[in-house]
């Protein structure tokens, strides 16, 4: 039973990291590590933490599309922009970006959401700057979105481990 549990927060370690990086499963991973967890302790005294990563990808969900929102409205990007943001986070990802030889995937979740917004807003606007101030305005409603997606998963892992973890320490 004590090799499942700490199975499980590894499981949930993934998905705190999921959280906060886009293209990997998130909350949801803490979500099934309760649930099987719950499945094999018998629910006991599991409700509480299942309550909390429930909010807490139910959040996430908000929060993504809310952060980059308000991001893009404050510095006032178009819908071009946030096109292009979506666009440049694939291409980076996948290491599509031409000026992107060394650096991979995590660099491309950096600069790719980055340069799409970029493009997507000059595009539209035909004004560099315009461009780059909706880009950066855009990359950081991305960041502080995902920076609170992170945090309410580190709040669902630790309730997890704070009602649980007498059951499996004794």
Do not use: C, H
């Amino acid at each position: 039973m004590t090799l499942l549990y700490w199975l499980l927060v590894a499981m949930m370690a993934v998905g705190v990291v999921g959280a906060v990086v886009p293209g990997l499963p998130g909350v949801i991973l803490i979500v099934i590590a309760i649930v099987i967890w719950g499945m094999a302790a018998g629910f006991a005294g599991i409700w509480v933490p299942l309550g909390v990563a429930l909010f807490a990808l139910v959040a996430n969900l908000g929060i993504d599309f809310l952060a980059t929102y308000l991001g893009a409205k404050k510095a006032g990007a178009s819908t071009w922009g946030q096109v292009g943001a979506i666009i440049g986070l694939f291409l980076g990802v996948f290491g599509l970006l031409p000026a992107l030889p060394i650096g991979g995937p995590l660099l491309g979740l950096l600069i790719g959401p980055l340069v799409g917004a970029i493009v997507g807003e000059y595009l539209y606007r035909r004004d560099f700057k315009l461009a780059i101030q909706a880009g950066v305005g855009i990359v950081v409603g991305t960041l502080i979105g995902n920076l609170i997606e992170g945090l309410l998963a580190i709040v669902a892992m630790v309730v997890f481990l704070v009602t649980t973890w007498s059951q499996v320490m004794g």
